[in-house]
């Protein structure tokens, strides 16, 4: 298997927006696509992916140093780096013993699933598969038993195809989106949580008939609600919250570019990734549609969904609207938290990836921005404290897999290791040994969110096992007037 592990490292350090391309090539031929139109379709989403990163990574570039300097501005020492999801994809490419088998068995068992009709997802994001390996790497360490481990990996990857199955029509309906669905372990996996906390909002005074969707928003306030200008309002906040002392300190030129800098750039991602969306989506239609006429063509009453990472969905108005928000949110949130010893982790590298977070804070709300930003709070204090529980294993395997350790710090996690629900379910009493040394209250607290996690798939599930389909049956609850209005319209049309 070690000619196998080289390999797959290999094209997987190509990096995903060459892996990707290249299996939407193949895809698409295997498809019937014709070579010139699937060369096309495969650059193009290339090209978009390239385009997201780029503009994910000016994100990072500048909310890294403001979350920095809002954090010193408070005096607090977090002993935990979040060093971003590169430390968790490490970890996973570095558990060597466990890679060739969770791509060899995860593919194999996805095939083996949709020709007995247990699933309609065809995952086609070999990428992210690490996500799935994330989960063996710390029952692996923690026991030692390499089938144990491996068997956890392949069970989270059962999980989140079953997940993607049941998450495809919302995803398809809200986002026009044909034949695609996400298999994106570190966002879907929250998708139980935020449908129940939506349900649990529907009863909220404020909320229950609250239709606050950015087009209503940039309805009744015009241009200062447009994402652009949203974007740099809440960046020019942001960035008097990290550079005031400059300006009350007298190094005024500093501040005010540090201020003006981080605005503009909020401003921009705000405009850019939508486009760079649109591009990617330009051309998975090409293959969602040869997908689906090959499917209907051989199978007449089989559905196919091609399961791709959560990137698709970051850059729609709503979910870029509540990723905004919710960056000085997590940042009040690590302070906060770290007061009553529920969060050692200085929100840093990942602040950047909120988008991703917010996917599933907005999605069953179709857009409601006050519903979004409430239900993605709840994902960020759950995300802080679990990325705090798993930090001591977390650096074991990050030493182990040499990944190098920042300057300075004692211990590492991530935002997006905390977002990884199905591994901490599978993880919890394996490294629960580790994560009480941070007290009592910290570990009474992640005992709760636990439970509320595992409460929250328990209701999901069973919902979907009574015959449930979540996110369509109370769709029109969610719709504003208009898009109701332009529905009706268009059947009346026979559209």
Known sequence: ????????????????????????????????????????????????????????????????????????????NLPIIDAGWPVAAAISFGTAKVVPWIFVLGIAINLAMIGLRWTTTLNVDMWNFWHFIFSSAFVYIATGNFWLGLAVGLITLVIVLKLADICAPIIQDYYKIPGVTTAHTDTVSWAPVGWCINKVLDHVPGFRHNKMTPDYVQEKFGSWAEPMVMGTILG????????????????????????????????????????????????????????????KARYPDRELNIGLDAAILVGYPANMSVAIILVPITLALGVLMSYAHLNQMLPFT?????????????????????????????????????????????????????FTIPQGASQISSIDS?????????????????????????????????????VCYVVFFAHVLRGGKPGMEDRERYMTKEELQAEAEAAEAGW
């Open 1 to 76: 298997m070690g000619t196998v592990t080289t390999v797959i490292q290999y094209i997987l350090g190509l990096g995903a927006s060459v892996v990707l391309p290249i299996i939407i090539f193949l895809l698409s031929l295997f498809f019937r696509m014709k070579p010139g139109k699937a060369i096309r379709a495969a650059l193009t989403i290339g090209i978009g992916f390239i385009g997201i990163n780029l503009v994910i990574g000016l994100l990072g570039s500048t909310l890294g140093p403001a979350a920095q300097r809002m954090i010193e501005n408070t005096g607090l």
């Open 236 to 295: 020019g906040v942001i960035g008097l919250l990290a550079y005031f002392p400059d300006l009350t300190g007298g190094a005024w030129g500093s501040g005010i570019k540090g201020i003006v800098t981080v605005a503009i750039s909020m401003g921009a991602v705000m405009l850019l990734l939508p486009r760079m969306v649109a591009l990617l989506m330009e051309g998975l239609i090409p293959l969602s549609d040869s997908a689906q006429e090959w499917i």
């Open 350 to 402: 990942d602040l950047a990836d909120t988008p991703f977070f917010a996917v599933w804070a907005t999605t069953w709300c179709r857009g409601n921005i006050a519903r979004g930003t409430v239900i993605g709070t709840f994902f960020v204090a759950c995300m802080l404290t679990i990325g705090t529980f798993m930090a001591p294993a977390t650096t074991i395997l990050a030493h182990q897999a040499n």
């Open 418 to 454: 905390g977002a990884h629900l199905i591994a901490y379910f599978f993880a919890f009493f394996f490294v629960f040994g580790q994560a009480k040394a941070y007290g009592t209250a910290f570990i009474v607290f992640s005992i709760i969110l636990l439970t509320i996690a595992v």
